[in-house]
């Protein structure tokens, strides 16, 4: 059983019942990373935003078919991977680990499918024919661009009125000639000496960014697709050059149903840059001793739509919410012998868990979402207090937890492994030992087994020390 949810579908300009057109396959394409340095908190908002609307369809009865590109060709890559004389694969594989590493640490599911861009080129090459087919290509100096003037709904998505940009600013990047500003390239003619290409009936050279998400939708899915995401600023041109393609390439077919903007995330009320001094990637936040899960508490803790303003105070306070949730589980869960609460509320729980999920269904309304837990422990509290919570009742409420953990991924909702402190002590010599040893593997997976444990070791001068979590 699927529960109705509601959308804003950024084409729409509203929300909307949302209609996939199967429940047990939703079809979901999310722009992804381009791989060639750390990703930075701003990103990770957004894959987080991802990760909420993969975990609440699941929660509300859905089962997902979802994607996530690997931008792996571009002039960054290009111009780095010739720089330090090695092939785009190996400049690129690394980065793509720190990509799926940094997933790991903030606990975002994996989709489906993460295709790469240069193994998708064929696609690309036949959208081109395509559109050639179609007419809405041109070529100059061995590159091919899109005419922009072709495609009468060209604008629809951004509701910009773009006529009126040709004489403005460029607002695509790519530094190449063309007829109209607002024409982007398709196919790019090679500049540099050993410069990554491949051969098509265009000629030698390589795809624009824009064609890799037509193409890996049409390869994955082979048509339309229900839910396509991206951040606010992939809106224009990007999407609109999406839709552009596909329906040029593919006129008879559908594309799109409904897309998802992430609104920006701001640092200390400012945009982020590096040279504005607040520039953080997830791994800069952890170098500061900062948990993993207080990051993302507070990116979850936003409406995707709304800006983010993101400081170093809010994840204290991130830490702070996140522990006066965990307190109360800690402390119903001490009081009961059953370990398993996996399945749903049924009872006493019941209508705050129908109240969190009412929240998720409508557009992935999260801060209403905690508002609804933050009233609930309220009352769990004032019981446990005094002595009210009946044992059934304080398992159902451990269901709940369970429950909503399963979109958090967060809390624990079971009972901490009490070692005696002799136990710990022995761990830590361990510790020390493999430390000596240089075996850090050891060494490291002793740190993590207390820590799992709720167990954390600080280093100071006069040794090892350790405390409760
Ligand atoms: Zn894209």
Same mark, same amino acid.
């Given at each position: 059983?699927?529960?109705?949810?509601?959308?804003?579908?950024?084409?729409?300009?509203?929300?909307?019942?949302?209609?996939?057109?199967? /429940?047990?396959?939703?079809?979901?394409?999310?722009?992804?990373?381009?791989?060639?340095?750390?990703?930075?908190?701003?990103?990770?908002?957004?894959?987080?935003?991802?990760?909420?609307?993969?975990?609440?369809?699941?929660?509300?009865?859905?089962? =997902?078919?979802?994607?996530?590109?690997?931008?792996?060709?571009?002039?960054?890559?290009?111009?780095?991977?010739?720089?330090?004389?090695?092939?785009?694969?190996?400049?690129?594989? +690394?980065?793509?680990?720190?990509?799926?590493?940094?997933?790991?640490?903030?606990?975002?599911?994996?989709?489906?499918?993460?295709?790469?861009?240069?193994?998708?080129?064929?696609?690309?090459?036949?959208?081109?024919?395509?559109?050639?087919?179609?007419?809405?290509?041109?070529?100059?100096?061995?590159?091919?661009?899109?005419?922009?003037?072709?495609?009468?709904?060209?604008?629809?998505?951004?509701?910009?009125?773009?006529?009126?940009?040709?004489?403005?600013?460029?607002?695509?990047?790519?530094?190449?000639?063309?007829?109209?500003?607002?024409?982007?390239?398709?196919?790019?003619? +090679?500049?540099?000496?050993?410069? $990554?290409?491949?051969?098509?009936?265009?000629?030698?050279?390589? +795809?624009?960014?824009?064609?890799?998400?037509?193409?890996?939708?049409?390869?994955?899915?082979?048509?339309?697709?229900?839910?396509?995401?991206?951040?606010?600023?992939?809106?224009?041109?990007?999407?609109?050059?999406?839709?552009?393609?596909?329906?040029?390439?593919?006129?008879?077919?559908? *594309?799109?149903?409904?897309?998802?903007?992430?609104?920006?995330?701001?640092?200390?009320?400012?945009?982020?840059?590096?040279?504005?001094?607040?520039?953080?990637?997830?791994?800069?936040?952890?170098?500061?001793?900062?948990? /993993?899960?207080?990051?993302?508490? =507070?990116?979850?803790?936003?409406?995707?739509?709304?800006?983010?303003?993101? #400081?170093?105070?809010?994840?204290?306070?991130?830490?702070?919410?996140?522990?006066?949730?965990?307190?109360?589980?800690?402390?119903?869960?001490?009081?009961?012998?059953?370990?398993?609460?996996?399945?749903?509320?049924?009872?006493?729980?019941?209508?705050?868990?129908?109240?969190?999920?009412? #929240?998720?269904?409508?557009?992935?309304?999260? +801060?209403?979402?905690?508002?609804?837990?933050?009233? *609930?422990?309220?009352?769990?509290?004032?019981?446990?207090?005094?002595?009210?919570?009946?044992?059934?009742?304080?398992?159902?409420?451990?269901?709940?937890?369970?429950?909503?953990? #399963?979109?958090?991924?967060?809390?624990?909702?079971?009972?901490?492994?009490?070692?005696?402190?002799?136990?710990?002590?022995?761990?830590?010599?361990?510790?020390?030992?493999? $430390?000596?040893?240089?075996? *850090?593997?050891?060494?490291?997976?002793?740190?993590?087994?207390? =820590?799992?444990?709720?167990?954390?070791?600080?280093?100071?001068?006069?040794?090892?020390?350790?405390?409760?979590?």
């Amino acid at each position: 059983m699927t529960k109705p949810i509601y959308f804003y579908n950024s084409q729409k300009g509203e929300k909307e019942l949302f209609k996939p057109k199967d /429940p047990l396959e939703v079809k979901i394409y999310s722009c992804g990373p381009t791989v060639y340095n750390f990703n930075h908190i701003g990103n990770f908002r957004s894959y987080i935003f991802v990760d909420i609307l993969r975990r609440s369809l699941k929660l509300l009865g859905y089962q =997902l078919n979802q994607t996530m590109n690997i931008t792996d060709i571009d002039d960054k890559i290009i111009n780095q991977s010739i720089q330090n004389g090695v092939t785009i694969e190996e400049f690129t594989q +690394p980065w793509i680990k720190a990509f799926q590493e940094d997933l790991d640490t903030l606990s975002i599911e994996k989709v489906e499918h993460y295709p790469r861009a240069t193994d998708s080129i064929q696609e690309m090459i036949h959208i081109i024919e395509n559109l050639k087919k179609n007419e809405f290509i041109y070529e100059k100096e061995g590159s091919i661009y899109y005419s922009i003037g072709k495609f009468k709904e060209y604008g629809k998505l951004s509701k910009l009125d773009t006529s009126g940009m040709i004489s403005g600013a460029r607002y695509d990047t790519d530094e190449y000639t063309k007829d109209d500003l607002r024409d982007f390239v398709l196919w790019k003619a +090679p500049k540099l000496k050993g410069e $990554k290409s491949w051969s098509s009936i265009f000629g030698e050279g390589r +795809p624009g960014w824009h064609l890799e998400c037509s193409a890996m939708i049409r390869k994955i899915y082979n048509s339309g697709i229900d839910i396509h995401t991206g951040g606010i600023d992939l809106l224009f041109p990007h999407h609109e050059n999406e839709i552009a393609q596909s329906k040029g390439a593919y006129p008879n077919e559908e *594309f799109v149903n409904t897309w998802l903007h992430c609104e920006h995330l701001l640092v200390d009320g400012q945009k982020m840059s590096k040279s504005a001094g607040n520039f953080y990637t997830l791994r800069d936040l952890l170098t500061k001793g900062i948990d /993993p899960k207080s990051i993302r508490y =507070l990116l979850l803790s936003f409406h995707y739509r709304t800006k983010l303003n993101f #400081s170093i105070a809010r994840l204290e306070e991130a830490s702070k919410s996140i522990q006066r949730i965990q307190n109360t589980i800690d402390r119903i869960i001490e009081t009961k012998e059953i370990e398993d609460f996996s399945g749903i509320p049924v009872g006493y729980s019941l209508s705050k868990y129908e109240d969190f999920l009412n #929240s998720l269904a409508d557009d992935l309304n999260t +801060p209403k979402a905690l508002g609804t837990i933050f009233e *609930f422990i309220k009352e769990i509290n004032v019981k446990l207090d005094n002595n009210q919570l009946s044992e059934e009742d304080g398992i159902d409420t451990l269901k709940y937890f369970n429950s909503i953990n #399963s979109l958090f991924s967060i809390f624990r909702v079971e009972k901490l492994n009490l070692i005696n402190e002799a136990e710990i002590e022995s761990l830590i010599e361990k510790r020390i030992e493999a $430390k000596k040893n240089k075996d *850090f593997k050891t060494s490291d997976e002793i740190r993590d087994t207390l =820590l799992e444990i709720g167990i954390i070791l600080e280093d100071t001068k006069s040794g090892v020390k350790w405390k409760r979590k």
